[in-house]
């Protein structure tokens, strides 16, 4: 997992987080830098930067 369930509720604050919100958010992350991966690769660099999102 990526990211930290304790983060993600302390980003939350006021708003309860399911047990299942974590995994679904790292999964969002994941396809995301897969997808930033190809795009940089596309362009042909090596290195993902913050315009590949």
Known sequence: ???VKSRVKDVAKTHN???DF???LNEMIV???MQAGE???ANGRRTIQARDL
């Open 17 to 19: 987080v399911a047990g």
């Open 1 to 3: 997992m990526l990211i």
């Open 39 to 41: 795009r940089a690769k």
């Open 31 to 33: 396809w995301s830098v």
């Open 22 to 24: 974590a995994e679904a």
